[in-house]
């Protein structure tokens, strides 16, 4: 279950495997559905549970009933803060501990009677079935005594602080005075914008199936970060992080929502002791809604003062966003704006306001997503405002090294981005006045706008062992959200050791593997790759050292640096070396293996203490980021105001791409979702009691295939030099500049400007 499928293969080609469309290794066992998610491992004996969630935003439990609960037939227990387990504190969140990471929130479900959101969990029920468990669920009566909560955006947005800066991300930057710079500019304008909270809604909800032998865990669960999981719950449960295993090779989409560990999987792991039966939770769509945290809301100032002939002068970018009083965080939604434009003066500003809300958590591509459509739309704005092409624009501000500080680019093609899609887009057709393209009665408009996700490293664990038969084993408990990266890792293998790509064996999704970097930030692939490579270096060594002990083999007297593997062995560049098999075989041996990281807890500090050396030193020395040109085409009914996206094109600068196949899925699932952004998106939240109103998918809008358009995407495939294989990820770039590009192409339709998504038709009437 922790495998990938073995699939025939031809010899590797000549260029190798690295960046062809190679079909996924896992592609048979999900379409045929022999697949298992987290909510479908078979255990004897399984039984259910339901979470009965808060009524109030605050406030405390003064009384809680589950008689009528309890005699539901089939009903095993009620958990309640009065009967359940204790469970340790969740700890102060320090990225020198993993175990602090995950947590999605600060409470400690079921053992206090405190209320810190509209929807946080009060009870769960566990039955022998899942209809029994919710049937009892609708019966916990509760009542409470509520406090004054703050739930309003909008009212508290003057109440935010300015974020404190760390490591990892900076709550202030400025070059120059750009507020007097923008006062005295000759053009300038000054904008707002908002964007709404957003919901995740991975195809697979956030499910767990958990069971104790003794004083060991196994949990099955959708999680983006197995070992953070580990660690996490083996703190909470107070057993050692080895008594704890986590599997979860398949997992139905993540999007940053599976980053964190929520409340539903500590519940049921605490409902499986309390019960002492494996059980199993799938939460509801609503349940989601309500215990999974998502996209912040937004408020945004963008203002720029630009010379007539576009050069800019100032740049302003600030936002205010929430974080729950119970844990969240920020989101760099101004990270772009320090990056893209080579403005003279420059201000950027992140502040938050904390809310009585569940926790916000990472999206796709968390803050510049948002912070993208507002400055990009602002950039459109400006163009029209000097009467200029709006790429004429933003190339004449194209810096030549980084605006804020002087550093310099590790890989930067923008330029050539916008000169490909014009080009595949047929830019130059577009007439520049508002209103003046139709297609019969549709009002017909163009758009563009940039771009730009930072490129991630994190440290990680891999063992590779290489057997006499010429197969290869990889193993790394690294996550497979949908995205491709066994395949990826199987091609990056098979160059690496000279194999057919059908020799390769992946081992992924599992605690007992080797450790892994969670799965966000773009930056899983390139992390693996670095581990891969290296443990692929190792091996490739150790095998040469062996060879070299024969006076009889080819390869003595050769040194490391002038071999090539290939054709299943070691080759001298220039000439002929022995296989893999010769060499074992001489040397008595059915395999050999190479690791790369330490599995001690010394060693992971050890190793996260060098990846943060390694990520400062980095910073210190060059900007990394993958970016794009996204361009869109849209009609608008003039008499409803309905949009339509009609046809989109992106291309992208995301250094060497490892499969295309995947990354073109991986591109285009990023441009429909920032299409669902712009168009319909947003979770409704009552501003006088703090719930969502619209929790479920259909109320809440996410775009289906009716609402998309054939999406032609291209990137550039030059490696970064500075990344492993110098890719730089691709799984968040996509979405950027996406919401933008169809604000600015609905400015072009209709001569109006919506700075508030979602963009619905009654903003257009």
Known sequence: ????????????????????????????????????????YPYPGITHGALVHATITRGRITRI?????????????????????????????????LSSMVSGTSVSYLNTDEVH???????????????????????????????PATVDFAAAEPDAVVQKSDLLMSGEGRKGDAEAALAAAPVSLDLRFTTPPHAHNAIEPHATTAAWDGDRLTVHDGTQGIAWAQAHLALRFGIPVANVRVVAPHVGGGFGGKASLWAGTLLTAMAARATGRPVRMMLTREGVYRTVGGRTPSAQRVALGARPDGSLTSLIHTSVTLTGRVGGGPEQVTAQSRHLYDAENILVRQSLVEMDMVSNATMRAPGESIGTFALEAAMDELAYGLGMDPIELRMRNEPARNPMDGKRFSHRMLREAYALGAEKFGWSGRTPEPGSMRDGRWLVGMGVATAYHPAWLFWGNIMVRLSADGTVLVRCGFQEMGMGGATAHAQIAADALGVPLGAVRVEYGDSTLPTAP??????????????????????????????????????????????VARDGGLHPVDGTGETYAAILARAGRDHAEA???????????????????????????????????????VRVDPDTGEVRVTRWVGVFDVGRVINAKTVASQLRGGIVMGIGMALSEATLVDPRTGRIMNPSLSEYHIPVHADIPAIDVHWLDIPDPTMPLGLLGVGEVGITGVAAAVANAVHHATGRRVRDLPITLDKLL
Request: a positive charge; charged letters at 20%.
């Open 518 to 563: 969670p799965a966000g930030g773009s930056g899983q692939t390139a992390s693996v790759a670095a581990a891969l490579l290296d443990a692929a270096d190792k091996l490739k060594r150790s095998l040469l050292a062996m060879a070299k002990r024969s006076p009889s083999s080819p390869l003595r007297g050769v040194r490391p640096g002038d071999v």
């Open 65 to 97: 009933d589950t008689e009528r609960a309890a005699a539901v037939p089939g009903v095993l227990t009620v958990l309640t803060h009065l009967n359940a387990p204790v469970l340790k504190p969740a700890p102060k969140r320090s990225p020198m501990n």
């Open 1 to 40: 279950m922790t495998q990938t499928e073995i699939r025939p293969a031809p010899p590797a080609p000549a260029e190798g495997y690295v960046g062809r469309p190679v079909d996924r290794v896992d592609g048979t066992v999900k379409t045929t559905g022999a697949a298992l998610y987290s909510a479908e």
């Open 117 to 147: 959101w509209n929807g946080q969990p009060v009870a769960m029920v566990v039955a022998e079935t899942i209809g029994a468990a919710r049937q009892a669920a609708v019966l916990v009566e509760v009542a409470y005594d509520e406090f």
């Open 595 to 633: 690791a790369v990281g330490s599995e001690s807890r010394a060693g992971q500090v050890s190793g996260q203490l060098r990846f943060m050396a390694r990520f400062l030193r980095d910073r210190r020395r060059f900007v990394r980021a993958a970016s794009g040109a996204q361009f869109c085409e």
